[in-house]
């Protein structure tokens, strides 16, 4: 009788450290289903990220901010302003079609500023690697006054970290061709502007989105709900849709959806109490 009590003793004893090493509870997260019940989290560019995770935020028009699980960060078609929060990004990348989508006066501060074309060498080339991030372009034309303006006057950044591959495709008012496609190679996110007429007519715009195929497709440069509707219905037999209330998401290759989706995110520039 004495051994029992003692082994009942010392099993009573052990629960402690039992319980530190038990496995988290995937069924509190059910919490978020629960009819009547809102779970708020609140998020921050701030806020560190997960390992091998990617932070995309749409603050305007067709400005992202990027950023790497490494502590890298990167602004799309960078006009200069990106909010009152005083964040210096790391990468800066710009395009030339029209001014909102670039500046002559961009923060000196950013270490990295690469305008999507070149009047001197003829078209932009880059491939930069800083921390775990590297951006390359592949240049595309734009409509101009003449032939020679226009020539590779835009540039599809494609920013890679975290074994993703993430394009932009700026001001694109063409369907890239069989050797730009192969140049881009797979893009498994894709920002793409859905204007309809400033860009690429939408009807033009959803062929290129389906060629590319990519897991993820943000909407941008949308200046209005029907140009975004018009191009998420005609979308949405292939693509699922799913419409994110917030400004910001975060990806990885674990979380790549299944079924190729458009992800409608909400513009908000960088605040300073974030």
């Known amino acids: ?9 010392c099993a009573v ?11 988290p509870s995937h069924c509190i997260s059910l919490v978020r289903n629960t009819p009547g019940l809102a779970v708020v989290q609140k998020a921050a560019f701030r806020n560190p990220l997960p390992e091998y995770t990617v932070r995309l935020s749409f603050l305007g028009h067709a400005m992202f901010l ?24 790391d990468v800066a990348t710009m395009n030339r079609a029209h001014s909102s989508h670039w500046t002559e006066d961009p923060d000196p501060r950013i270490p990295h500023v690469l305008p999507g074309w070149d009047f ?11 921390g775990d991030l590297i951006v390359r372009n592949v240049t595309t034309d734009i409509r101009s006054y003449s032939a020679e303006d226009g020539k590779d006057g835009n540039s599809i950044f494609v920013f890679e970290t975290a074994g993703l591959c993430i394009g932009h495709l700026g001001h694109l008012h063409h369907e890239p061709t069989p ?17 309809g007429g400033y860009t690429m007519d939408v009807r033009a715009m959803m062929r290129v989105v389906q060629r590319l195929r990519s897991s993820i ?25 799913e419409r994110l209330d917030r400004s910001w998401l975060e990806v990885s290759l ?21």
């Open 1 to 9: 009788m004495r051994l029992i009590a003692l082994l009942l003793a």
């Open 13 to 23: 004893l052990a629960l402690p450290a039992a319980a530190q090493d038990r496995k």
């Open 66 to 89: 990027l950023q790497t699980p490494g502590g890298q960060s990167a602004v799309t078609d960078y006009t200069g302003f990106i909010g009152s929060a005083d964040h210096v990004p």
């Open 120 to 130: 001197e060498t003829g078209r932009a080339d880059h491939y930069l690697e800083t």
């Open 179 to 195: 050797e730009q496609y192969a140049a881009l190679g797979r893009l498994d996110v894709v920002m793409v502007p859905v204007d």
């Open 217 to 241: 497709v943000v909407p941008m440069h949308w200046f209005g709900p029907s140009t975004l509707e018009y191009f998420i219905d005609g979308m949405s037999g292939e693509f699922a849709v």
């Open 254 to 274: 674990r979380t790549l959806p299944s079924r190729p989706t458009i992800m409608v995110l909400q513009p908000s520039y960088l605040r300073r109490d974030e």
